[in-house]
């Protein structure tokens, strides 16, 4: 690909999207991160850029160019501090407001790129991100390390970019590994599950609720599968039983007839996971 756009067009995306210069975030001792200079890049230095690995560039250098993708172009400056106030009287004496850098790709573009991170998780090497209901995008980073002008051997940083709700991204997670040990060298093994755990806690701070229209997972023997729980209540308990073979059933009570369920009917739960029945008359 890198081949394809040539370097004067790869490196006019790099500094579109912000690489090589500060992001201004009102933060001490921030870095540029490093690129080639355009004249020194021949087709070694243009495909090691291509892959990432000719590139070095920071985490909020990151995160605000996968923002830009994200929100349909526009490339902000971060901030940490949003209002300063004087705590007697609770005067706003400085306010930090969005500030647009520069447009970066269309709006229609970037629902194309949000589709695309969605299936990465959904279909590709992000999989272990996966949360059944929620539309979770995002893209694994694999980077070997180099040392003295030589790369290091099993010797890499892990990472993961992930968005949620992809649709409609409300929060954008940046984690990478410095050198995993005991493991497979691949991010979808190691960043995944724990960026899946964080996503978790994202999605219950900022209330995000499910929905229905994201790509459906591509499972694997390993995966856990998610089936959608039968309402049964009215039923009796062997059409029940029936209905719900595919999950492990609790019953309370006594009678023939289901009078209520938790979880309740339409929700979508682990196969094997326990529905509990209250049974009567």
Same mark, same amino acid.
């Given at each position: 690909?890198? &081949?394809?756009?040539?370097?004067?067009?790869?490196?006019?995306?790099?500094?579109?999207?912000?690489?090589?210069?500060?992001?201004?975030?009102?933060?001490?001792?921030?870095?540029?991160?490093?690129?080639? #200079?355009?004249?020194?890049?021949?087709?070694?230095?243009?495909?090691?850029?291509?892959?990432?690995?000719?590139?070095?560039?920071?985490?909020?250098? &990151?995160?605000?160019?996968?923002?830009?993708?994200?929100?349909?172009?526009?490339?902000?400056?971060?901030?940490?501090?949003?209002?300063?106030?004087?705590?007697?009287?609770?005067?706003?004496?400085? &306010?930090?407001? +969005?500030?647009?850098?520069?447009?970066?790709?269309?709006?229609?573009?970037? +629902?194309?790129?949000?589709?695309?991170?969605?299936?990465?998780?959904?279909?590709?090497?992000?999989?272990?991100?996966? *949360?059944?209901?929620?539309?979770?995008?995002?893209?694994?980073?694999?980077?070997?390390?180099?040392?003295?002008?030589?790369?290091?051997?099993? %010797?890499?940083?892990?990472?993961?970019?992930?968005?949620?709700?992809?649709?409609?991204?409300?929060?954008?997670?940046?984690?990478? *590994?410095?050198?995993?040990?005991?493991?497979?060298?691949?991010?979808?093994?190691?960043?995944? #599950?724990?960026?899946?755990?964080?996503?978790?806690?994202?999605?219950?701070?900022?209330?995000?609720?499910?929905?229905?229209?994201?790509?459906?997972?591509?499972?694997?023997?390993?995966?856990?599968?998610?089936?959608?729980?039968?309402?049964?209540?009215?039923?009796?308990?062997?059409?029940?039983?029936?209905?719900?073979?595919?999950?492990?059933?609790?019953?309370?009570?006594?009678? %023939?007839?289901?009078?209520?369920?938790?979880?309740?009917?339409?929700?979508?739960?682990?196969?094997?996971?326990?529905?509990?029945?209250?049974?009567?008359?």
């Amino acid at each position: 690909m890198g &081949q394809l756009l040539g370097k004067e067009k790869l490196f006019a995306y790099l500094d579109l999207f912000g690489f090589g210069e500060k992001t201004g975030i009102d933060l001490n001792g921030e870095g540029t991160g490093i690129l080639f #200079p355009l004249e020194k890049v021949g087709n070694v230095e243009l495909a090691t850029t291509a892959f990432g690995q000719g590139i070095s560039v920071t985490p909020i250098q &990151q995160v605000r160019a996968i923002s830009a993708v994200l929100n349909g172009g526009e490339l902000l400056r971060p901030y940490v501090v949003k209002a300063i106030e004087e705590p007697e009287t609770g005067n706003v004496l400085f &306010q930090n407001k +969005k500030k647009v850098i520069r447009k970066t790709i269309s709006e229609e573009t970037s +629902k194309t790129m949000r589709m695309a991170l969605e299936s990465v998780v959904a279909l590709g090497g992000g999989k272990a991100a996966y *949360i059944d209901g929620y539309r979770i995008g995002g893209k694994t980073g694999t980077a070997q390390k180099v040392e003295n002008g030589a790369y290091l051997v099993n %010797n890499y940083i892990m990472s993961f970019v992930g968005i949620v709700p992809s649709n409609d991204p409300q929060a954008v997670l940046y984690i990478a *590994i410095d050198n995993p040990k005991k493991t497979a060298l691949l991010s979808s093994y190691t960043t995944t #599950p724990v960026a899946r755990r964080i996503l978790l806690d994202i999605i219950e701070a900022l209330h995000i609720e499910k929905q229905e229209g994201g790509i459906e997972k591509d499972y694997i023997w390993s995966d856990k599968v998610y089936y959608q729980v039968p309402n049964v209540i009215g039923k009796s308990k062997e059409e029940a039983t029936k209905l719900l073979e595919k999950f492990h059933v609790e019953y309370a009570g006594s009678g %023939n007839t289901i009078l209520s369920q938790s979880p309740e009917g339409d929700e979508r739960i682990e196969e094997g996971a326990t529905v509990k029945l209250l049974l009567g008359d």
